[in-house]
C-alpha cells in the first residue's frame, strides 16, 4: 500500500513539474551509445551465414529459448533491475531485437526494494510455449538476498510472447531455484529444478535437481518430487552448483541438461537421458557438453565461463545451443558480465548433444551455412544505439533499479528526470535509467539542461552494484566526477567550474577497455577533458555479483 501511495503522489508531483518545468527537474535531450571492439573493426563480416559471438552481447546471462514457427523467442536473467526478464526475438538465430519484458508491472515484480542488486531478484528465467493450452510460460525464481534469505519461484503466462503477461502464479511446496517447464507431447506437465533436498550431502556445495508432475489447471504440483542426486561429471570432480536444469525430450528419450561448477572459468553444461521423465537419467560418460575451462588461460581473447545453456531445434531439424559466456581482458576483468552465444549442437555415437568438446573453443566469429542476410544489425558486433526521447513510452532497452523509473520520468519532448530524494546505492528505486554496456570499448554521451540548487546533480552515471558506481555530475556551477562507494562514501576524482549562466551541458563518458576518460562540453565549444585514465576495475563484472555494468541518466537532490 505503502508504494501505491508513493507512486501515485510521485506521478502527481511529475505531471506538475513536467507541465510547470519545475526547477527541480533535469531535461536530457538525447543519450547515445556507441560500441567501438577492435575485433569487430579488425574482422568484417564477409562471408553469407557468418555471424559475431556473442550473438547478444552486454550482461545477458542465463538465456532460455523457445521457438514457435518460424519466430525464436528468448529471455535472460536480470536480478535486482527493472522491469524484469528481457524478451528478445529473432528469425534467424543470430540476429537478436530487444522487444520487450516480461515482468513489466509492479504487480508481477513487487519483491526488489531491499535486495542486493546483483545477487538478488530474478534468476533463470525460463521460457516455453504449451501447445496444448496455447501459452506461453515464463517460470523463474526471485532470490530474497539481501533480506531474509529465501527465494520465491513463481510463472507468469501470455497468449503471445509480446504479452499481455499475467500477473505472478506462486509455486508453493517447490524448493529451490532455476524451476523450468517441461511439456511433454502426451499433454503432461513436469517442472524441474535445482533442490534444496540434498540429503546425504555428499560434499559442502553438493545440491539435488528435481522434477515434479505439475497442474496447469490447478496450478499446483502432482504428487511428491523425485530427487536425482548424482553430479554431472563426477563426484571425483567435487563441482557446485548443478542448477539451471532444462528437460527436452528427442527420438523418445529424455534429455536433462544442467549447468555446472558455478559462474566462474570453470563452468560447464553436463547432460543426462533416461527413458522415462522422472529417469532413473545416465550420466553421459564424456561429459561436460560445454565448457572452457580445460584451455589455457593466457590465450589471446578468450571466451570464459560457458555454460547454463538451453537448447532449440530449428525448422529443418537442426539443433543448436544458446549459453553464457564472458569476455575478458587478458587481465581476467571486464564491465559487460556474462553473455549470450550461440553454437550449433552435435551428437555423439551414442545419441547425446554436444556444443564443445575437449579443446574446442568457443570462437568470437562462425559461419551458419544457409544464413540470410542480417534483417537488422541485432546485439552482436559493434553498432550505435541512440534515444531522443520522442516517444510516449521508454524504449525497453531502459532498466532501473529496484522498480519502476517512471514515475519519476516523462518523456515526449526529451526525458525530465525528477531530482529524486533517493541515493542510487540505497536498495530503493531512484531516477536512473539506464542500459547495458555492451563492448569493452565504447562511448556514452547526454545533453542536460539543468538549474540545479546547491544539493541537486544530474548526469552520467555507471552502475556494477549499490557500492560500486562512477558519477559524471552536473552541480550547481561545476561538472563532476565522483567514484561512488557505499553510501556515504563519494570520492572526488575531479571537477571544473562552468560559466555562471550556461545553458545545456554534454557529458561523455569513454571506455577503453580497462579504463574511462569522462568529458563535458558547452554549446558550440570543444570537448574538455575532465578525467582520464580511471580504472574500469572499480565497477568490475569479477568485483562480485552476477550482472554486468550498466550506464545511463540519474538524477538527486541528495548532496554528494
Not at 509 to 537: C, H, K, M, N
Request: aromatic share 12%; hydrophobic share 35%.
Amino acid at each position: 500500500m505503502k508504494n501505491i501511495i508513493f507512486s501515485a503522489l510521485l506521478s502527481s508531483i511529475l505531471s506538475v513539474f513536467a507541465a510547470e518545468a519545475a526547477d527541480n527537474s533535469a531535461k536530457f535531450s538525447y543519450f547515445a551509445y556507441q560500441g567501438n571492439d577492435e575485433y569487430y573493426n579488425d574482422n568484417p563480416l564477409t562471408a553469407p551465414g557468418d555471424y559475431f559471438n556473442p550473438v547478444i552481447s552486454g550482461w545477458a546471462s542465463d538465456p532460455s529459448i523457445c521457438r514457435t514457427g518460424d519466430d525464436y523467442w528468448l529471455v535472460t536473467s536480470t536480478f535486482g533491475y527493472f522491469p524484469g526478464v528481457p524478451l528478445y526475438h529473432s528469425s534467424d538465430l543470430v540476429s537478436w531485437k530487444h522487444v520487450g519484458n516480461v515482468l513489466s508491472r509492479h504487480t508481477q515484480l513487487p519483491w526488489l526494494e531491499g535486495l542486493s542488486l546483483d545477487k538478488g531478484g530474478i534468476y533463470a528465467p525460463d521460457l516455453k510455449y504449451n501447445p496444448v493450452d496455447s501459452t506461453y510460460y515464463m517460470i523463474t525464481t526471485c532470490v530474497m538476498n539481501g533480506k531474509d534469505g529465501g527465494s520465491v519461484n513463481f510463472y507468469v503466462t501470455a497468449p503471445h510472447p509480446l504479452g499481455p503477461w499475467s500477473d505472478p502464479v506462486i509455486l508453493d511446496g517447490i524448493e529451490g531455484i532455476d524451476p523450468s517447464f517441461f511439456f511433454d507431447d502426451d499433454g503432461k506437465t513436469y517442472i524441474v529444478y535445482k533442490s534444496d533436498e540434498h540429503n546425504p550431502v555428499k560434499w559442502s556445495n553438493y545440491r539435488a535437481l528435481s522434477i515434479v508432475e505439475f497442474d496447469t489447471a490447478s496450478q499446483r504440483p502432482v504428487g511428491e518430487p523425485r530427487h536425482f542426486r548424482e553430479e554431472g561429471v563426477g563426484p571425483e570432480e567435487r563441482l557446485e552448483r548443478n542448477e539451471g536444469p532444462h528437460i527436452f525430450k528427442k527420438d523418445g528419450s529424455y534429455y536433462m541438461i544442467a549447468a555446472e561448477g558455478g559462474t566462474n572459468w570453470v563452468h560447464s553444461e553436463v547432460c543426462y537421458r533416461a527413458d522415462s521423465v522422472f529417469g532413473p537419467f545416465r550420466r553421459w560418460s564424456r561429459n561436460p557438453m560445454l565448457t572452457q575451462r580445460l584451455l589455457k588461460t593466457n590465450r589471446r581473447r578468450p571466451v570464459t565461463s560457458t555454460g547454463h545453456a538451453d537448447l532449440v531445434q530449428r525448422p529443418d531439424g537442426e539443433w543448436f545451443a544458446v549459453f553464457l559466456g564472458c569476455r575478458p581482458w587478458n587481465d581476467g576483468e571486464d564491465h559487460l558480465g556474462r553473455e549470450t552465444y550461440l553454437m550449433p549442437v552435435k551428437w555423439s555415437a551414442d545419441g547425446f548433444p554436444y556444443i564443445t568438446q575437449c579443446l574446442d573453443t568457443v570462437s568470437l566469429r562462425r559461419n551458419i551455412p544457409g544464413l540470410d542476410a542480417p534483417q537488422h544489425p541485432g546485439q552482436g558486433g559493434n553498432f550505435t544505439w541512440r534515444d531522443d526521447f520522442s516517444a510516449s513510452e521508454l524504449s525497453p532497452e531502459w532498466i532501473g533499479l529496484w522498480g519502476d523509473v517512471k514515475p519519476y520520468a516523462a518523456t515526449g519532448d526529451g526525458l525530465r528526470l525528477l531530482c529524486a530524494p533517493v541515493d542510487a546505492r540505497s536498495r530503493v528505486t531512484p531516477a536512473y535509467l539506464g542500459r547495458r554496456i555492451q563492448h569493452h570499448r565504447f562511448t556514452a554521451e547526454t545533453e542536460v539542461d539543468f538549474n540545479p540548487s546547491a544539493d541537486e546533480s544530474a548526469g552520467l552515471l555507471m552502475v556494477k552494484n549499490e557500492t560500486r558506481q562512477y558519477y559524471l555530475a552536473l552541480q550547481k556551477g561545476r561538472v563532476s566526477l565522483y567514484r561512488l562507494g557505499k553510501p556515504g562514501h563519494n570520492d572526488l576524482i575531479a571537477s571544473a567550474a562552468l560559466p555562471e549562466r550556461h545553458s545545456a551541458v554534454e557529458l561523455k563518458i569513454e571506455s577503453r577497455g580497462t579504463v574511462y576518460d569522462f568529458y563535458y562540453r558547452l554549446p558550440s565549444a570543444d570537448w574538455q577533458l575532465l578525467a582520464a585514465d580511471v580504472p574500469a576495475e572499480h565497477i568490475a563484472t569479477q568485483r562480485g555479483g552476477f550482472t554486468g555494468t550498466t550506464v545511463g541518466l540519474y538524477a538527486t537532490s541528495l548532496p554528494l
